[in-house]
């Protein structure tokens, strides 16, 4: 299975900075109809996991632009600047390339 | 308005099948493919499988021999049915809609815990 390392575990960020999440596949996420399939999500304290980019840097409907994701190959990184209260969880990173799906470990962001 | 909402048992004894359904709203099954997705408390994220929209199923190679998932397209219901639990399958069960990604509406999910 391809294994998603994200880093770091955790993120302690003052509101109103950026915050920088790495995540790195044990292979490469693009598929041969040249599409990468990495997303990203948050999971809100007591919630479900919300969707929030799609094939590595596409912010879906209702997402911020405040959160830009990029990268290619087996890095990847999800920035969020400007951190606002709300942008308070975990952030997991997602790939459909390869079977089966994975989920990254997580990072956590907290609020200074 | 699109929702889906999980039920089933909370407590489930070791060895036992567990049996969940996600019932969905604002959204056809024939035109919707649906995810389980579980996450054992303060851990991480893994994708059970997926029915999709014409009824085929795939599952994760890991839990495949244990795992089974169907429909009932009339009641706009989906169901899960995994054997032989273990304390390690202690875990939020998810449903949502999406196949292998773009899992855009999720429902709250639903606690089993696995022990004796």
């Known amino acids: 299975d391809v294994v998603l390392t994200q880093t770091p575990v955790s993120l302690s960020v003052t509101l109103g900075d950026q915050a920088s999440i790495s995540c790195r596949s044990s292979?490469?996420?693009?598929?041969?109809?040249?599409?990468?399939?990495l997303e990203w999500y948050l999971q809100k304290p007591g919630q479900s996991p919300q969707l929030l980019i799609y094939?590595?840097?596409n912010r879906f409907s209702g997402v911020p632009d405040r959160f830009i994701g990029s990268g290619s190959g087996t890095d990847f990184t999800l920035k969020i600047s400007r951190v606002e209260p709300e942008d308070l969880g975990v952030y997991y990173c997602?790939?459909?390339?390869?079977?089966?799906?994975?989920f990254g470990s997580g990072t956590k962001l907290e609020i200074k | 308005q699109v929702q889906l909402k999980e039920s089933g048992p909370g407590l489930v004894q070791p060895s036992q099948t567990l049996s969940l359904t996600c019932t969905v709203s604002?959204?056809?099954?024939?035109?919707?493919?649906v995810s389980w997705i579980r996450q054992p408390p303060g851990k991480g994220l893994e994708w059970m499988g997926v029915?999709?929209?014409?009824?085929?199923?795939d599952y994760n190679s890991a839990i495949k021999s244990r795992l089974s998932i169907s429909r009932d397209t009339s009641k706009s219901q989906v169901f899960l049915k995994m054997n032989s639990l273990q304390t390690e399958d202690t875990a939020m069960y998810f449903c949502?809609?999406?196949?292998?990604?773009?899992?855009?509406?999720w429902g709250q999910g639903v606690m089993v815990t696995v022990s004796s």
């Open positions: 997602f790939q459909a390339t390869h079977d089966p799906p994975t």
């Open positions: 949502a809609r999406g196949v292998h990604g773009l899992f855009d509406y």
């Open positions: 094939e590595v840097s």
């Open positions: 029915i999709w929209s014409n009824g085929g199923t």
């Open positions: 292979q490469s996420l693009e598929y041969s109809d040249g599409y990468t399939y």
């Open positions: 604002g959204l056809s099954l024939t035109s919707n493919s």
